[in-house]
């Protein structure tokens, strides 16, 4: 299994411009998180799925975050507009339900700089 | 309630010595403790994990310590290498309508000297 893909792994852009962030689930997971890290704020929760259903948004730090999930094997999350502040790795991951939903695999994340 | 309190937020420990990384939580509903492990520039991966209902597990040179009436839990890493340098995360989880969901602490940036 390739693992939980993520696209692109860098991304630069100016500030107001949309930003667009992609993640491949493990095949078979049934939950998909959303996740942001920085230096000053850590690990933080934006958003999870279950079965593509969103679940939990309240990380989602305002309305220029948005997240989708149209089937079962791809996601997105969309700054628009962006600011520096949104600056951060943005990391997807995915889990099975059951006995195995704390086990989460993560991607290995975006980059993002607004300038 | 929601949060993992995690210390120390860096570590510098010598090869061969003991890495002690601590965690506390408020929330009794919590039924679930993971550790995660982090490398730079790759995604954090579950390294050891642990149920309430046990006060200690281990896997290799990596234990948790788990203390329910204390709300706390810990990772001890013996004979601590180099190549454990990494960032830990604490976590916790819960059933409910927080079912599948993780609440990470704030990490430890561990350094093993040769």
């Known amino acids: 299994d390739a693992g939980v893909i993520q696209s692109p792994r860098h991304e630069v852009t100016e500030m107001g411009q949309e930003v667009t962030l992609r993640c491949k689930p493990i095949s078979g997971h049934d939950y998909l998180f959303w996740y942001r890290q920085t230096m000053m704020r850590g690990l933080e929760l934006l958003i999870y799925?279950?079965?593509?259903?969103?679940?939990?948004d309240s990380g989602m730090p305002e309305d220029r975050f948005s997240a989708k999930m149209p089937n079962a094997s791809f996601s997105t999350l969309k700054i628009q507009p962006s600011e520096p502040r949104d600056s951060a790795v943005y990391f997807c991951?995915?889990?099975?339900?059951?006995?195995?939903?704390?086990?989460?695999?993560f991607g290995p994340g975006t980059r993002l700089t607004v300038l | 309630q929601q949060q993992v309190k995690q210390s120390p937020q860096s570590l510098i420990v010598q090869k061969g010595g003991i890495s002690i990384i601590n965690c506390a939580y408020e929330n009794t509903a919590f039924d679930y403790f993971p550790w995660y492990q982090q490398f730079p520039g790759k995604g954090p991966a579950l390294l050891i994990a642990i149920r309430p209902d046990v006060s200690e597990k281990k896997e290799g040179r990596f234990t948790i310590s788990f203390n329910k009436s204390a709300k706390q839990f810990s990772l001890h890493i013996m004979d601590s290498q180099p190549g454990d340098s990494a960032t830990y995360f604490c976590?916790?989880?819960?059933?409910?309508?927080?079912?599948?969901?993780?609440?990470f602490g704030q990490g430890t940036i561990l350094t093993v000297h040769p």
């Open positions: 976590a916790a989880g819960m059933g409910g309508t927080s079912y599948g969901k993780l609440t």
């Open positions: 799925f279950n079965n593509n259903v969103p679940i939990d």
């Open positions: 991951a995915s889990s099975l339900s059951g006995r195995a939903r704390y086990e989460q695999f």
